[in-house]
């Protein structure tokens, strides 16, 4: 397998044997660095990090990656970059390539990651858009196969905003890796028909399947896994929280909904999660709405079935995983 040069921008793009590659590849990385050993392959190289929207685990992920495989990062902020003000995409893509091994882009369209790497000469790695999440998914996947020991026949349920980044990703890697993937979601919320139809033409070929249903019971019975996200996604306008919090109310992960899944069945979320009042945002919904927990309640994400913390430090792992390949790995690597 060499995915020397490929850019990461979707998990559509890539075949499920290169996903496993990346798996297989993260995992070897995780357990070199438990044991301390160095894997400085791209010694001398810099990278670029590119973000439009806030972050915590992306960010840090690709610095410490980074960082461990003996490179520089350079960190763009929200505000700090000519990026779409007064340079656009194809320009910045081409200046960066000049100083830097591999791009990372975290923003809004699809299309402008997806253009940037169209100009850049450099790999370039998608750390967020509307429409995709796709290392969110490498740590995804890797996660539910530490815990289960495999992903073909997993049945994952996504509950919530499924027709945004995570929802379609999900769909997508479930699809890819021939898991049973159910969007457990109010009809308005379900992924994009064309996606839907994508995803099953894929499936047909993996084994897994692909589910919509408005109804709980039927959505969470027997799940392995139970996935959600927050209700309103960096970008979208405050105004929309009303109409969420009633319309995907329905749809928290609470025990009931862990009481309908399969008994060893975990509860995941990307994070940040909105679960208790500790954040501004979290205090100032319940001030305007009166409710305490969104899209999670705290009881469930702080119990045993919990593995977000987990989840979460393999965003590194995977990360890493990407970034070595796509720079490719030495030969005596
Ligand atoms: N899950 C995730 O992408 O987290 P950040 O927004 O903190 O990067
Ligand atoms: N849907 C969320 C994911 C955050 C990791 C957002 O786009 O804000």
Redesign the pocket.
Known sequence: MNLKGRDFLKLLDFTGEEITYLLDLAADLKEKKKKGIAVKWHEGKNVALIFE?TSTRTRCSFEVAAHDLGMGATYLDPMGSQIGKKESIADTARVLSGMYEGIEYRGYGQDIVEELAKYAKVPVWNG?T?EF?PT?MLADLLTIREHFGYLKGIRFTYMG?AR???GNSLMVACAKMGMHFTACTAEKYFPDRKLVEECERIAAETGASVSLTEDVETGAKGADVVYT??WV???EPDEVWEERIKELSPYQVNARVMGCAGKNAVFMH??PAFHDLDTKIGREISRKFGITEMEVTDEVFESEASIVFEEAENRMHTIKAVMAATLGIPENG
């Open positions: 929207k967020l509307n999440h969110q905003d945004y980044n995570m996200d927050v996604s960096m970008g990307c994070l």
